[in-house]
């Protein structure tokens, strides 16, 4: 009887041990498995945060990137390149030409099947508002010279653009107006040598007109000193508390005779007591030019109005009203460019440098004021000058 019972023990003892055995094995599994799920959520992590990075690193650079696979289709590309094309998400898996439907860059992608690089290549973007970039590509290739994708940087080099356009316009501007003047002298001075000088009505007639002339050339030079002097902060402006009705008293005096001549009645309803914060010449130099331009640009037998009101506790705004034939919209976001002209034939008849608003801009922001214009065409044109009040 004692053998079944001890081989009834041995059994249990057996199966205990083979339970315990495969309880710690299952422990030890679960451990494992426990530090491997722990080991790949970890560089789940990691992998994520390095490609948040990537991303953060990619949408934070002001240069456009494209990267292309070998089938020339799009697998990467950052917020600046979406911004420069306004195009939406979702560029992954198209192609240059489907994602921003310009020929010009699926041609750069198409000389990379043949070059390594195509450099400096610039391309023009449609749009409200006209943009230019400057495109580098380059083929990516493996050891054995196979083509594995492309790489497209974009440079937005519209500032340039528009830097380089300015300049080459006043030059051309510049050279334009110094020469209308000089041509006139000249003519004038010739005619005058060749046996005019000898009848004094003649003589007398050229000569004014070789003074109106030499003082247009004076006063393009000086608005050119100036503009240039603002533009380099080399001026100092004498700032101090100001009686603004003196200032606008002043320029209705200078300009009577010219709105005379014009049939054009000049008014202002500003106070005695208001005041601003300027210089005072260079503020009659401001209001000069924009009384005097709603007297030349505004209606013959019209009228100029000059008035005031206090915006809040730190600024007043002063508007200048005439009833002439307008500004045209598109034109009104210009108005402010040197020698920009509305209306070039008349601008030419009536003389003036193109200049006098880009000073008055100048000027204006030099005393921390703010400037601009409305208009409606065949009603007129009013500018809106904000300067501050004295502390």
């Not at 449609?126 to 940087?153: E, F, M, T, Y």
Request: net charge negative; hydrophobic share 40%.
């Amino acid at each position: 009887m004692i053998w079944p019972v001890l081989t009834f023990v041995a059994l249990a003892l057996a199966v205990g041990v083979h339970l315990w055995w495969q309880h710690r094995f299952i422990v030890r599994e679960l451990a494992h498995q426990k530090e491997i799920n722990a080991m790949r959520e970890k560089q789940r992590s990691s992998t994520e945060a390095l490609q948040a990075q990537q991303t953060a690193l990619f949408n934070s650079m002001t240069e456009g990137l494209l990267v292309l696979d070998e089938r020339d289709t799009i697998q990467m590309s950052n917020r600046a390149v979406q911004e420069f094309f306004n195009a939406a998400n979702g560029l992954t898996g198209k192609t240059v030409l489907e994602a921003f439907r310009l020929h010009s860059l699926a041609e750069i992608v198409e000389r990379l099947k043949t070059e390594r690089q195509v450099l400096d290549y610039e391309v023009e973007v449609p749009g409200l508002k006209s943009r230019w970039l400057q495109i580098n590509a380059s083929s990516i290739v493996d050891d054995g010279n196979q083509r594995l994708g492309a790489v497209l940087v974009f440079h937005d080099v519209s500032r340039l653009k528009t830097l380089e356009n300015t300049r080459r316009d006043f030059v051309a501007n510049v050279s334009h107006e110094l020469r209308t003047p000089l041509s006139m002298i000249k003519g004038f001075a010739e005619t005058l040598l060749g046996g005019a000088m000898n009848d004094p009505a003649v003589s007398t007639r050229f000569a004014q007109m070789i003074e109106k002339h030499a003082d247009r050339l004076a006063h393009l030079i000086d608005d050119l000193l100036t503009i240039s002097h603002l533009e380099g902060e080399r001026i100092t402006l004498a700032i101090r508390p100001i009686h603004l009705k003196q200032i606008v008293d002043a320029v209705f005096e200078d300009l009577r005779s010219r709105a005379e001549s014009q049939c054009v009645t000049m008014t202002s309803d500003i106070v005695e007591e208001m005041m601003v914060n300027g210089d005072a010449d260079r503020l009659k130099q401001v209001f000069w030019n924009l009384i005097e331009n709603a007297i030349k640009y505004g209606r013959k037998n019209g009228r100029v109005t000059v008035s005031a009101a206090q915006r809040n506790s730190e600024a007043v705004e002063i508007s200048i009203a005439d009833d002439g034939c307008g500004i045209p919209a598109d034109a009104l976001p210009r108005i402010f460019e040197r020698f920009y002209r509305v209306d070039k034939a008349r601008s030419r008849e009536t003389g003036g440098t193109g200049l006098g608003l880009a000073i008055v801009k100048h000027i204006i922001q030099s005393h921390d004021g703010k400037i601009r214009a409305e208009s409606v065409l065949d009603q007129g044109t009013t500018f809106f000058v904000e300067l501050p009040t004295p502390k």
